[in-house]
């Protein structure tokens, strides 16, 4: 049986999931303010915010999902956002945590945004399994768009800061 999903899904699935998965887990309000496509091309890291985050620094996590449909979830957080979001699920005092804990927090964050789209796809008749979280983190990433028919960022305003998300879907 084969379905189709039109662009304008996609970009609600991604931005319902997201908020559906901040909601419930930290109680945080979260809204999209943009996006825009870089199919086809390199994709940077999202700019920080050197005013909010002195350390310029953020993490990238990633989680891919293969079935009918094929791609990536990231979250790109800078690390003023990644602490606060770590401190509001687990309870641990921002001073107390530790970077394993956040660098935990980030990826059980992209795994149950990311399972939460793959379950909006599998209503629609689209099935698949996900990937183990990945987390890096780092001052300048560059995504590589080889093999990819569509590459969507989206910005995200989480209790005051900015966060990013990228949906990559595979050719099938």
């Avoid at 999902?65 to 990231?74: E, K, W």
């Avoid at 956040?102 to 209503?123: H, I, P, Q, S, W």
Wanted: aromatic share 10%.
């Amino acid at each position: 049986m084969s379905h189709s999903v039109t662009t304008e899904q996609l970009l609600d699935f991604v931005s319902k999931s997201l908020t559906k998965v901040l909601k419930t887990m930290a109680w945080a309000e979260c809204e999209l303010i943009g996006f825009e496509s870089y199919s086809g091309s390199q994709s940077l890291s999202p700019k920080l915010d050197p005013e909010k985050d002195g350390s310029s620094r953020m993490f990238a996590a990633s989680v891919g999902f293969a079935g009918d449909l094929n791609g990536v979830c990231y979250l790109f957080l800078d690390d003023a956002f990644a602490y606060y979001i770590a401190n509001i699920i687990t309870g641990i005092d921002l001073e107390k945590l530790e970077e394993d804990t956040v660098r935990d927090v980030c990826g059980e964050l992209t795994n149950m945004f990311a399972g939460t789209f793959k379950n909006t796809l599998a209503d629609l008749g689209l099935p698949s399994t996900l990937t183990i979280p990945t987390v890096m983190q780092g001052k300048r990433m560059a995504i590589s768009t080889a093999g990819t028919s569509s590459q969507t960022r989206f910005a995200f305003e989480v209790d005051g800061y900015r966060i990013h998300a990228d949906l990559l879907l595979a050719n099938n």
